[in-house]
């Protein structure tokens, strides 16, 4: 249960941090710009993209961005243009001058960043940074949103391109992707697929199917191995777990492979117990339940 001092601990460090870097500033870092307008050039200059995907990457309602944008482009420092690729979509890049700007955005931020950390001694240097990439990983974690999603989806496609790379990669489960049979049975009103989506990138999925009256079977659950450790995948169960009940379940099922030591003692955790085989998975050495209440 979160408290009034964990929400304390957060809320002052939030103040301290803003400050120190210079968020509050008219003219972030000396750039003659907001920290939101300059966060929008870091975005863009990092990786050009379409107008929609950095409203997903930066989490930003659709008119502010277009007003940040019409900003940088009054500057000189965006172009946004129709995608060659598909017209009905903008995407924006950064002109000559916005490269310049840019670049000088990278140097001003790097020499920000050392301002900080230089005044430490080199143990607590590697305390700092240690800590603030653990805080990041599970602020980013805690706030990821889970989206249900059709499991043909272009979001859906990658996760499940991902997840099956990877057990091939463990104990040499080989498959294209989801067919339309698979696919039938991970939609409403039997089934549901979730994605889990961080700055407009999917970072782990999974998918529920009914497989008997009031049962329900968990399949294709992936988190992306540099979010293991954060949590994600139990938040990700637990979401999973709730949208069965939603179904009408009152028991979920799943089945893995001995070498998923990891989601194993996952499932062990959030109280699955193991139960004799209920299907001819060939690659499947576990077999779990739980009931929900």
């Known amino acids: ?11 002052r460090f939030n103040r301290s941090y803003t400050q120190r870097i210079g968020a509050l500033d008219d003219s972030f870092l000396g750039l003659e710009m907001p920290l939101s307008t300059a966060r929008l050039l870091f975005e863009i200059g990092s990786r050009p993209a379409t107008v929609q995907a950095l409203r997903a990457r930066l989490g930003l309602d659709s008119g502010y961005l277009s007003r940040l944008l019409r900003r940088l482009e009054k500057d000189g420092l965006v172009r946004v243009a129709p995608d060659p ?14 490269q310049d700007r840019w670049v000088n955005l990278e140097r001003r931020s790097e020499a920000r960043a050392r301002s900080l950390i230089d005044p430490l001694s080199p143990r607590q240097r590697a305390r700092l940074v240690a800590a603030l990439a653990e805080a990041d990983r599970l602020v980013r974690a805690a706030t990821v949103a889970f989206t249900d999603v059709e499991p043909t989806a272009d979001d859906a496609r990658y996760a499940v391109g991902r997840y099956f790379a990877e057990i091939h990669d ?24 979730i994605v889990a989506v961080s700055d407009g990138e999917p970072v782990a999925c ?30 990700l169960l637990h979401h999973i777990e709730e949208r069965c009940r939603h179904l009408g379940h009152r028991a979920i099922r799943l089945d893995t492979n001995e070498s998923l030591t990891e989601a194993i003692a996952m499932y062990r955790a959030a109280g699955y117990r193991s139960i004799e085989r209920y299907n001819d998975n060939p690659y499947a050495t576990h077999f779990f339940e739980k009931a929900l209440p």
Request: charged share 30%; no cysteine.
């Open 1 to 11: 249960m979160t408290t009034e001092a964990d929400t304390a601990t957060v809320r």
């Open 85 to 98: 690729d598909d017209r009905r979509r903008r995407i924006a890049t950064l002109t000559a001058a916005g």
């Open 170 to 193: 463990r104990f040499g489960f080989d498959a294209a992707g989801l067919d339309e049979k698979d696919a039938a049975q991970l939609r409403p009103p039997h089934g549901a697929f």
């Open 206 to 235: 999974g998918g529920v199917q009914t497989i008997a009256a009031g049962v329900g079977e968990i399949k294709r659950m992936w988190v992306h191995d540099a979010w293991r450790g954060a949590g994600l995948g139990s938040r």
